[in-house]
């Protein structure tokens, strides 16, 4: 779980089929020491278990990715440029669970984005 420490969720904000929030990253978390010394990258992981945690918060409980059709990775996130992101998802409940279509960005700049099903 990286909710908490890697990563804070703020100004969370849910309307029907879509979520938003506000993160602030932590530049300082242990895993900025390995990837990379002296140029912290958000590893790829980090970026999909962020949104896996955005849409738990929302759920209310845990969830766990089914699959994931489309995964791109647009710009660097270095924490200590970007210490704030904004994430949004859009989600549909389906038999296997919930599609989304999510994007973490700043403004213009987006740094991620996927298309995945998490199952419940």
């Known amino acids: ?3 908490g420490s890697f990563f804070r969720i703020e100004n969370l904000t849910i309307e ?3 979520v938003s ?3 602030h990253l932590d ?4 895993i900025f020491s390995g990837h990379f010394p002296g140029l912290p990258v958000v590893p790829g992981v980090c970026m999909v278990q962020m949104i896996k945690e955005v849409f ?3 759920l209310g409980q845990k969830t766990k990715l089914a699959s994931a059709r489309n995964i791109k990775f647009l710009h660097v996130l270095d924490p200590s440029v970007y210490r704030e ?3 949004e ?3 549909k409940e389906n038999l296997a669970g919930f599609s989304l279509a999510a994007k973490i960005h700043l403004d213009q700049t987006i740094f991620f984005k996927m298309d995945a099903v998490f199952a419940i």
């Open 1 to 3: 779980m990286l909710s």
């Open 16 to 18: 029907e089929g879509r």
């Open 21 to 23: 929030a506000h993160l």
């Open 27 to 30: 530049a300082s978390h242990i």
């Open 56 to 58: 738990e918060e929302v």
């Open 85 to 87: 992101v904004h994430t």
């Open 89 to 91: 998802i859009q989600f």
